[in-house]
């Protein structure tokens, strides 16, 4: 028999966002050093391999937010960072090889990034008005960093990335 | 026997990336009436129908860069758009009925609206570096129309949403 439904509140939906969120930093972590690997410039490697040692501090914040809200630390999958990741994982096969694979690379990571960026920026909306003012406090570290991370590979991409993709 | 590939270059990668986002385009042309009517909330359903109507205007423009670059417009189909909107379909089914439906919702059309701001913001730096002026100047009146419908979004949780979700 099917358990009458409980009417969801915000504070569900801000803990099973952030199961979500947790899934997905988990996913990247592991796809990270397959980016790397993949990746023929220096400096977009570097920047794969640098934010592969920042998710390992952003996946500790959401353990502390879990904590902070007297809950346990558990992921849920995410269907949205399955696809997005797929999509990293098709530039990987079907661009290999070819001169345009690291800009492909690259935009297949701003996907990631800005994925992170909606689910940080709505989690923090939401952690505001739960008043959970530590929760605050380390997912704002954490967009910050995603920001960054995300303005930097823009640079990259300028500077480098992209007018490698079209030279013979 | 496999055909050797040809070495992709970046108007390939542009190329494939129109087609991504087209589809994902349609996709999200056919899943904003179903946000629309599930929202709870005036002003979400509002919004939602107003971005229903500027899609259908997104595509236009799709199709026309597509002829620009002297291609038949064509979707591929797109796992990151698939998957972010499973990720709504189950905001809608999980919260049916519940006070935080609208705020999932709400989050849900921000992540839609991040992937696209993540491919518009990359198709326009690469069709800068390709000379599409043409294309240029169409995908960057759609960048400015999703940043404006997230920005939207951002208020419409500040001021409505997110306490609704809160209140008994």
Redesign the interface.
Known sequence: MAKA?E???????FH??LK?IYYAEKKILSTLPKMAKAAQDKQLRAAFEKHHRETEGQIERLEQVFEDIGKKPQGKT???????T??GA?IMS??K?????D??LL?AA??V???E???Y??LI??AE??GHSGAVRLLKQTLAEEEKTDEAL?QL??TAV??E??A?
């Open positions: 439904k009417p969801k509140m915000l504070d569900d939906l099973d966002t979500d995410c269907a949205a960072i399955v696809g997005i797929e999509e098709e079907e661009y090889g070819s001169p345009a694979l800009a492909g935009a701003q996907a990034e800005h994925y960026i909606a689910r920026g709505t909306a939401w008005e739960l823009t991409a300028k992209n007018q993709a079209q013979a």
